[in-house]
Structure formats: structure tokens, C-alpha cells
């Protein structure tokens, strides 16, 4: 069995299997930006296939999406035009020569920092690379969701989808490692064209809202909002006008916060 990253290999797939044809996400970051008054330089890091940079683009910012995958780069730059795009590792990027009004990192992307240190890695760099008064704006799923509800881990989800006449079949499993606080993921992958399985392995780290306030605090950022929805990953999805929730409880989390203190 290949082990792979079945979906960041192939961005077309990633899309496919995860479509946001509204640009939901995109919409969500930029009404975030326009509501606490950020400056028009946004830095997308963990952009993928550049959907979310391209449509803050289109909205007048000028904007910088970043990510690991030389392919998801490629595609984002054949695909998702306008942005500058360059290749960083969010754990640590150094964009010193640059400075942005706001970091935008969607879809769980911050959890992928699953050490302390990678997570610290993670705000310094971003401290780094904001003007005073700047904003980071993220997305990702609330590590507080597990605690005492195991409906995520309990079963086994299978997905199908076709791409370009061949038909793709996922078997999905989660588990919590506690004492790494990540969330794991092992996903199977099979196709109909008789290629072998592909086996794709993935964690993020489980954060907690308190956790995450008080990181922030020691980085220099003062919590705008921290709220599980509504947003482009909940159910219902956040419609335009709708304001941030109150509480935060439910499988996503959504931050926005301020950097007062740049050093
Ligand atoms: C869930 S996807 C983001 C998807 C994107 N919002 C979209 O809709 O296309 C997460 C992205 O983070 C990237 N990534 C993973 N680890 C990273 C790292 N250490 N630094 C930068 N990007 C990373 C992956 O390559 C992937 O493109």
C-alpha cells in the first residue's frame, strides 16, 4: 500500500472532494477582515488550491497565499490567478521584507502545528510578519468538541467520488492521541481503475479555546472573537450578515485576534 497524500497531490481531487463553489470560506475571511478594519496585504498560509486567496483578491486585497505542496502551488497558480504565490512552512516562515495587515489560515490549516513549539513557531512568525494592529483570522476544528463526545471516533465513514471516469472510494477512521493532543486520522483510498490502495495519514492538533487565548496573549495578540459559529464549515453555514456566535463548543472554532504588541 502507497502511503500518500491522496488529496494535496492532486488539487483537482482536494477540490472535487471538498467543493466550496460559493467561495464560502473566502467570503467568511473577508467579511472577518472588513469587520475589524484590516488593511488591504493579507498573507493565506496553508492556501491549498488557492480558491480562498484568489477570491480575497477579487475582493481588492493584494494578497500572498503560501503553502508546503509544490503541487497545491502549481495548481493554485495555473487555477486560482491574482495572488502572489510562494512555498512556507507555517511553523516557522520568515517573510521579514514583507509586511501584512492581516494572516488568514483556513481549514484546520494552524493545526498542523502539533507541537507547542511548532504552535509557538507558528505565532512568532506571524507576529513577525503583521504590522502593529494586525489581524490573524483562522478556521479550524475545536479540539473542546472531543471532550466527553466520541461520536466523530466511533465509526468508520465511507465517501465516493469519480474523477475523470474513474471512481474513488475512502474508508475513514479517527482516534485521539492524549497525550499528544492531536487528533489522527487514517483514511484508505481505493480506485476501480485496479491501481493499489493509497493509505493516507493525518493528525492535527487538538487546541482548546483557553489554550489557544492564552498563547495568543503570550504571542501579543488581544482575542477579537473565539466562537464555534456560525461559519463556512458549520451547519447551518454562516450566511452573509450573519455575526459572530458566543460560545464555543461545537466542532469548529473560529478566531479572530489582534496583535497590540509587536516585540
Ligand atoms: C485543508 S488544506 C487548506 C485548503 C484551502 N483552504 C483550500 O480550500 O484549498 C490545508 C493546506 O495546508 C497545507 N499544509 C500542511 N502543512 C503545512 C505546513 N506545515 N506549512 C504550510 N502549509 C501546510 C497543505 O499542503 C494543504 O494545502
Redesign the pocket.
Known sequence: MRNA?L??DN?VL??AR?P?EVRL?GRWAEDCLRRYGAGPRVL??????????AYLHGAGRTVVG????E??LEH?RAHHPGPEYI?????G?DLAERSFDAVVC????LL??HTND?LDGFLTSCRNSLAPGGLLVAEMRNGAFFLGRTELLDTTSVNELSWQGITYRSTTTLRVDRAAQLLRRTRVWTADDGSPPVEQRSAWRLVFPQELRHLLAVHGFEVLALYDGPGPRTEPPWREGDLPGATADADRLHLVARLTRAH
Open positions: 497524500n488529496l494535496t488539487p482536494y477540490e471538498f466550496d470560506a493565506d498560509i496553508g492556501c491549498g488550491t488557492g480558491r480562498d486567496a503560501a503553502d508546503l505542496s503541487a497545491m493554485a512555498r512556507a512552512d507555517l511553523r516562515f483556513l481549514d484546520s490549516a498542523y502545528c511548532e
